[in-house]
């Protein structure tokens, strides 16, 4: 069972759009919060453009170019806004290892490992993700039916495997970098994301 209520829900507007965040978390004291950037002309009667994104804070705040997450962070908010979606952000820094041993990881990554055998070498599995708090999100939205911006495979499987239908997925497409072509080629070839 997830101990998740919601705090909070106040208007954002942002460059990129007119949103709500709305704040879950187990109390108000919580400085880890979930969140969920809702569109204010969402329409829950029909499939919602849903975006499920992991914190990268390397990436989605200093810009990182060792992998593609700021990048992915911000197109799939140009196409929440364009759609009138929703994007959930989870608190869980480096696939779920947190923001220490992720940055221990890119030591790792820059002796010659790459993202998943860095992981696994600090003790950890390649992803410790968990998509459960995005269900509940969804579902305290009332959204039943989205079409999910992803390339992972795992996303898919959870909302498989939920009462949330999977209307379409959706490719977030990003060109590799020369600092993250090994790690897009990580993703792709090792964790089968569909890049």
């Not at 990048?71 to 696939?95: H, M, P, S, T």
Request: glycine share 6%; charged share 25%.
């Amino acid at each position: 069972m997830i101990d998740l209520k919601r705090q909070v829900r106040t208007h954002l507007p942002s460059k990129w759009g007119d949103f709500d965040l709305i704040a879950y978390a187990a109390s108000d004291a919580e400085n880890q919060a979930h969140l969920a950037f809702v569109h204010r002309d969402i329409d829950t009667s029909k499939p919602v453009t849903v975006r499920i994104h992991s914190e990268c804070l390397t990436g989605d705040l200093f810009g990182s170019t060792r992998c593609d997450c700021g990048e992915q962070f911000e197109e799939a908010l140009r196409i929440i806004n364009q759609d009138k979606g929703v994007l959930i952000y989870l608190r869980q820094e480096g696939r779920g290892i947190g923001l220490i041993p992720k940055l221990k990881a890119y030591n790792l990554q820059d002796q010659g490992l790459n993202t998943v055998d860095a992981n696994v070498h600090l003790g950890f599995e390649p992803d410790q993700r968990d998509y459960d708090i995005a269900i509940f999100i969804l579902k305290d939205l009332g959204i039943s039916s989205i079409n999910l911006l992803t390339n992972n495979p795992e996303k898919l499987m959870a909302i498989d495997m939920s009462e949330i239908t999977l209307n379409s997925r959706i490719p977030l497409i990003i060109r590799p970098k020369a600092e993250n072509e090994a790690y897009m080629d990580t993703k792709k070839k090792v964790m089968g994301h569909l890049i």
